[in-house]
């Protein structure tokens, strides 16, 4: 019983620091690994839901979630973190689906196809995400969700650039970016 | 006698004609041969997109108008020529001081040659915007119709001071007026007794020779590349003159050239300056800075071979550049489209390392360089590690990508803070420079890459992290 007792009391320095908490507002390269980031004031609960919007002959059908604790899982970085996800669906005039994210689960430590809200700006209204891209991350870059109201919300999508040398991207893969590279394309809740 | 006078009367009368009859000859001809050098040099016209030393010229020629000039036994025929888009240049406000003309002319064994003339003043024009040389009162330079230059001649008054290369001095050029709205005034000597001084400006450039072993006859050759202007020294002669008409000062600018040769001990700074103002370089960068303007402009890219070719990625799309093969190249350039980050990302830091891969044992890894230029920026990255620290970066897709995500993170805290950003969307320069930084300690590759960041008047800055995460930009002279 006594061992039992010494083996919690040395268990437990360890443990509450798994638990530390921090605000979403928070930097998680300057945290220790393992850290959660919580979304204290449910600053992500009101954007939530299925959206759409009309962009160039394309529809493109927006799911938004709400993740609890996500476990993010890289080699250099690891921490939990409360996290909007999207995931999307982009059809064409004939509704035809020319790219899809929907029935995809992300793998903690996955970066392509995954977007993912990065920090919220309560100032401005909006939530900024990290795209990463379609295959060999090309179109990796920054969305920025804005809640115009109850319905709607504009979505602007910033792009990076990418350069490869040699093989890096083979050619079979689809590489084109679906997504739409606009700003301020409104989006409405179904 | 009135036959007489009547006889005299028609000589005079047919003299006159005989006399109109020349002149109207002589015009004839000039208009034919004018007609002659303007087929000529249309068809050698190559200087439509022309960049002269610090900034772009659209020019457009008119043949329609035309001037001669006799000297040395020789016929210059001189037309103008307009730069058609100077709304573009931020700096088109100084083009009152430019004037453009091109020259053709028969030399003395027949063959054809023609310029593209640049005159300039630079009376009120800051000294940073003279890269070629701030001479007293102006410059001509003189270029080929592909836009290499092939001399400069310097002017004080109006008077002719120094060339860089006598053999293309065209003395008609000595006696023109630099320009008007700018020199006018300085036309009309004082009649005093004065002193006046003249100034002996000495120019020091750097010759770079690359040397290679010939792949056919296995000859060790030395060919030169570039040369580059590193320092000026003014000093001045005094002297007291009474006259109303200013004797010419004394043809005393002095050009000294330095020859240096690029090896493995090159600085980053000589080989930047070095490969920025090749002609192939500037145009393919003034291309990509064009291109990185405009809205779904797309992304562009160039590899620059060893031999100075420049060749495009193999696949140029809207957000991605390829480079299939990058063996025997010396770098190469790419542009940020206007949504991306206007820094370089771990994928082209990545770029950088295989290009330093590939570079000769002769020339080093640190003979490679990558380039970036956006709307606003214009940065060159180069490898300063050894290649045995080179062997040891293998980045992983997986891990790019990870260092892309935290670059983009980054972005988007720093753009938080009022020293990084001015509008709290885009990183201001210092927030850029932070984040490459802070990209490069994320990628292990702190201390091993220098950023230098190019100016509009082509000028390199080495850009230092200093200890408090600021950045300070040490110009490469």
Request: proline share 6%; aromatic share 10%; charged share 15%.
């Given at each position: 019983m006594k061992n039992i007792f010494l083996l919690l009391i040395s268990v437990l320095p360890f443990s509450c620091k798994a638990q530390q908490e921090y605000p979403l507002s928070s930097d998680q390269y300057s945290l220790p690994s393992y850290s959660y980031i919580k979304d204290m004031n449910n600053e992500l609960n009101s954007y939530v839901g299925t959206y759409k919007a009309s962009f160039g002959n394309k529809q493109i059908t927006l799911y938004i979630s709400k993740e609890i604790k996500r476990l993010f899982d890289y080699a250099q970085n690891k921490y939990y973190k409360d996290v909007l996800s999207i995931k999307y669906t982009v059809q064409n005039s004939s509704g035809q689906i020319l790219q899809t994210t929907q029935n995809q689960n992300f793998q903690p430590n996955q970066i392509e196809n995954t977007i993912f809200s990065s920090r919220t700006k309560p100032t401005m209204g909006s939530i900024w995400f990290t795209y990463g891209g379609t295959n060999c991350s090309v179109g990796n870059g920054s969305i920025i969700l804005k809640k115009l109201n109850s319905t709607q919300l504009s979505w602007s999508y910033y792009p990076n650039d990418m350069v490869f040398v040699g093989n890096q991207c083979p050619s079979n893969l689809d590489i084109t970016i679906y997504l739409p590279e606009t700003e301020n394309l409104v989006f409405t809740k179904q | 006698m009135k036959k007489l006078l009547l006889s005299m009367c028609c000589m005079l009368l047919l003299g006159l004609s005989s006399c109109r009859e020349d002149s109207l000859g002589q015009e004839t001809t000039e208009r034919d041969r004018s007609s002659y050098f303007a087929g000529k040099i249309e068809s050698a016209l190559k200087f439509k997109d022309f960049n002269s030393y610090y900034m772009k010229h659209h020019l457009s020629f008119d043949k329609s108008d035309f001037a001669t000039h006799r000297s040395g036994g020789v016929t210059y025929y001189e037309y103008p020529v307009k730069a058609d888009d100077l709304k573009n240049y931020e700096l088109s406000s100084f083009f009152k001081f430019i004037r453009f003309s091109v020259v053709a002319y028969n030399d003395s064994k027949g063959d054809f040659k023609s310029y593209l003339v640049e005159r300039c003043s630079n009376e009120n024009i800051p000294d940073k915007f003279y890269l070629t040389g701030n001479f007293a009162t102006g410059t001509v330079n003189i270029y080929t119709l592909d836009g290499n230059i092939q001399n400069n001649v310097a002017f004080y008054n109006g008077k002719y001071i120094a060339s860089k290369d006598k053999g293309r001095d065209?003395?008609?050029?000595?006696?023109?007026?630099?320009?008007?709205?700018?020199?006018?005034?300085?036309?009309?000597?004082?009649?005093?007794?004065?002193?006046?001084?003249?100034?002996?400006?000495?120019?020091?450039?750097?010759?770079y020779y690359k040397i290679y072993q010939d792949a056919l006859t296995g000859q060790t050759v030395t060919q030169f590349m570039n040369s580059v202007l590193v320092s000026r020294t003014v000093s001045y002669v005094y002297t007291t003159t009474m006259s109303c008409v200013s004797a010419p000062p004394p043809p005393n600018s002095v050009y000294n050239h330095e020859k240096e040769y690029l090896t493995g001990n090159a600085t980053g700074?000589?080989?930047?300056?070095?490969?920025?103002?090749?002609?192939?370089?500037?145009?393919?960068?003034?291309?990509?800075?064009?291109?990185?303007?405009?809205p779904g402009g797309g992304e562009l890219g160039f590899k620059e071979m060893n031999d100075g070719t420049i060749l495009p990625g193999d696949i140029n799309a809207a957000h991605q550049v390829t480079f299939n093969d990058i063996s025997g190249t010396q770098g190469g350039y790419h542009n940020h489209t206007l949504t991306g980050i206007h820094m370089f990302s771990p994928y082209d830091i990545n770029t950088l390392l295989s290009f330093a891969s590939v570079q000769t044992v002769a020339n080093g890894p640190g003979n490679a360089y990558f380039g970036m230029v956006s709307s606003d920026n214009h940065y060159i990255i180069r490898f300063d590690g050894t290649s045995s620290d080179l062997a040891g970066y293998n980045f992983t897709p997986e891990q790019l990508n990870e260092w892309t995500k935290f670059q983009l993170e980054q972005r988007d805290l720093n753009v938080e803070n009022s020293l990084y950003s001015n509008d709290y969307l885009h990183l201001n320069n210092l927030g850029l420079e932070k984040l490459f930084f802070d990209t490069l300690k994320k990628m292990g590759l702190e201390n091993k890459i220098t950023l230098q960041k190019v100016d509009q008047y082509n000028n390199i800055y080495t850009i230092n992290k200093t200890s408090n995460g600021s950045t300070i930009p040490v110009p490469c002279f």
């Open positions: - | 065209f003395g008609f050029l000595n006696y023109s007026p630099v320009l008007s709205a700018a020199t006018t005034a300085n036309k009309e000597p004082t009649c005093v007794p004065t002193e006046v001084s003249y100034p002996v400006e000495t120019y020091t450039y750097i010759d700074c000589q080989r930047s300056q070095q490969q920025i103002n090749k002609t192939a370089v500037k145009n393919a960068v003034q291309n990509l800075k064009n291109n990185a303007t405009t």
